[in-house]
């Protein structure tokens, strides 16, 4: 401010001098106001420029000056600089916020006091149907119409969440989506939605296990008890208590069979995968399920004219198929309880055809194809759920306890080989395992 001063007053003394040299005192003071105007007129365009400056606030087209309006042109474009930085912080922790939204995998909905959306991440958009560009400011309750979630934002109760069915739910796959309101700011609010069909389904499975079990054990103790109480207060001749005793033991063995199949998935579900240094030849595995479907066959059709068909890969083709790396009496066991299932569920005179093929990968497929009555498709996810039976009467009658699918989905997991089925009513049912080709050679 000093210098501003003196500048002023130096003008107006070059001014009044330059003036007193042409036209005596009065020209001197003649000239010392056309110089205080000169200067003034000078300073104003200066501030000017800053002002038309700062109107733009583009620091690319700052005033370059000295004086006070060169110290307030530089220090507002520092304060500009500032400012910028701290908005690209700013925004820079905004796009890493959303981007770590986009990330979760539950679905997130930023709602404003009216219910319109501000922003939604893409696991949102797919589990709503939802454009997330297109549809922002557009009401959520214009966009998800169940009744559910109508009811549920209605009554402004957001202390818990509501189960709603997935839009790409189907009969045979069911969705259901969680999702949960919660309240924030002036008004706005955070809607969360995460996929909970394999929760669900999980817990359905628990509790289906559990009935399942009990079912399976009540019902052969209580014919026990039923036998036992029987022998204990009735006179039976030696015929009658011997059918008794014989029909007790078949209910024992039974309940042992379902014990010893709860055993072996548990043992399964604890043991480590197997490793590969235990090689076994095709040829002896697929040998010793064959040995065992004849004479399950034999066993399940007596005296009848016309009994299972079953074909059979050629010993010579099956020593050109190598060996395979695993457990042996696992592998057997889930090769086996396949073929045998075909057997159970083909009416006398069918066939069943088992068939093993290598793959240009180095990759095997064990197929067990047969001409039963097929499988309703909406039944085939479930197979593999211990205790699930299509039939549950015929599934008893043939001795089976509901498990053996379960143990062969782990055996095949444990030795990384995957099962598909393929099935028709009406036209029977292809079981195939595909197996990895490092445990091949």
Sequence with gaps: MF??????????????????????????????AVAAWAWFVWDLSRGARVLLWLRT??????????????????????????????????????????????????????????????????????????????????????????????????AHDFSHDVVLQGR?????????????????????????????????????????????????????????????ETLQTLQLSPQERNRYLGMMAQQASRMQSVVQDLLTLSRLEGSPPPGISEWTPVQALLHRCEEEARALS???TPNQARPHVLGFPALEQLRAMGDIAGVPAELQSALSNIINNAIRYTPVGGSITVTWERSSDGSALFSVRDTGPGIA?????????????????????????GLGLAIVKHVLQRHGASLNIASEVGKGSTFSVSFPANRLR
């Design 3 to 32: 210098w501003r001063f003196v500048f002023f007053l130096t003008w107006q003394l070059a001014g009044g001098g330059l003036g007193w040299w042409r036209a005596g005192p009065w020209g001197a003071a003649a000239g010392a």
């Design 57 to 154: 606030g583009e620091l690319a087209k700052a005033p370059n000056m000295r004086g006070m309006w060169g110290e307030a042109a530089d220090r507002a474009r520092r304060l500009l600089r500032q400012s910028e930085a701290r908005e690209q912080d700013s925004l820079s922790r905004l796009h890493e916020i959303l981007a770590a939204l986009q990330a979760t995998p539950n679905g997130v909905v930023l709602l404003d006091s009216e219910g319109h959306i501000e922003w939604c991440n893409q696991i949102a958009a797919s589990q709503f149907g939802i454009d997330a560009q297109r549809d922002v400011m557009q009401s959520i309750g214009n966009l998800v119409r169940d009744p559910d979630f109508s009811a549920y934002y209605a």
């Design 168 to 228: 790409d739910s189907k009969p045979s796959r069911p969705v259901r989506i969680s999702v949960h309101l919660h309240p924030y700011g002036d008004g706005r609010k955070l809607l969360l939605s995460r996929d909970v069909t394999a929760l669900e389904q999980a817990d359905a499975m628990r509790r289906d296990f559990v009935a399942n079990v009990s079912h399976e054990i009540r019902t052969p103790l209580t014919v026990l008890i039923g036998f036992v």
């Design 298 to 300: 034999s066993l399940l």
């Design 377 to 401: 498709a909406e039944h085939i996810p479930r197979l593999t759920e211990r205790f699930y039976r299509v039939d549950r009467s015929r599934s008893r009658e043939t001795g089976g306890t």
